[in-house]
């Protein structure tokens, strides 16, 4: 499915946003991981490099290699004029990372999205509630969500087994008409059996309605104004 580039910027931004609201704005420019500061980022540097890894030993900050470490991590050549920012917060900054990130190919926002699509998977953010947009790191933890007992009242039959049911509730959720070849109707359909990937992160957010995306963002960054 393609998109215009600028719902691909809209997009982006809603899924930047997602991240600002789980206070995660700082990234670990070897393995894309979002934490919450830039003092986090550094201790999962130092953990890293205590497990052995030596693709963090060179980013620890002010080591003598550390230019060249943070041009490799972020994918830059030898050659790159590339000379990473003056602290450790401006250098592990999420808009930093995925600015460079994005430049090696071609500033656009369709390479600025799949960036954060990444960032987001290496994040424990691999789920997402089309209806509040909430994170999660894996399925079972959606599920939860959506569970009555802990607070979910809307989420119809989103946590239906492959059904007519579970399709009628999706697109009403996703503001869209799926063809019912792409949606998990029959269990015994092989890859099938499970409506996880309707929920992967990616899947959602380039794919809802982007007006009904606008909105549902909106309405969850309405408290935090
Ligand atoms: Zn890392
Ligand atoms: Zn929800």
Redesign the pocket.
């Known amino acids: 499915m393609s998109t215009s580039s600028s719902e691909d910027e809209d997009r982006f931004k809603v899924l930047r946003g997602l991240f600002a609201h789980r206070n995660r704005t700082s990234v670990?420019?070897?393995?894309?991981?979002c934490l919450s500061r830039p003092d986090k980022?550094k201790e999962?540097?130092d953990g890293?490099v205590k497990k052995g890894d030596a693709?963090?030993a060179g980013l620890l900050f002010r080591s003598p290699s550390f230019e060249t470490s943070y041009r490799e991590a972020i994918g830059y050549s030898d050659e790159a004029p590339l000379v990473p920012p003056e602290s450790w917060t401006a250098c592990t900054a999420i808009d930093t990372i995925i600015e460079y990130k994005s430049s090696i190919h071609a500033v656009s926002p369709a390479s600025k999205l799949e960036i954060l699509f990444q960032i987001a998977e290496n994040s424990a953010m691999s789920y997402i509630c089309p209806l509040h947009l909430t994170t999660h790191d894996s399925f079972q933890t959606l599920r939860q969500h959506w569970n009555p007992d802990s607070g979910g009242t809307s989420h119809g039959k989103l946590a239906a087994e492959p059904s007519y049911d579970f399709k009628i509730a999706y697109e009403e959720a996703m503001g869209i008409t799926i063809p019912e070849a792409y949606l998990p109707l029959d269990p015994s359909i092989p890859g099938r059996k499970s409506t996880s990937p309707y929920f992967e992160i990616e899947y959602v957010i380039r794919r809802m309605n982007l007006d009904k995306l606008r909105e549902r963002y909106d309405a969850m960054a309405r408290p935090l104004r």
Do not use: F, G, Y
């Not at 670990?28 to 991981?33: D, E, G, I, S, T």
């Open positions: 670990c420019p070897a393995c894309l991981k980022v999962h540097c890293e693709n963090h």
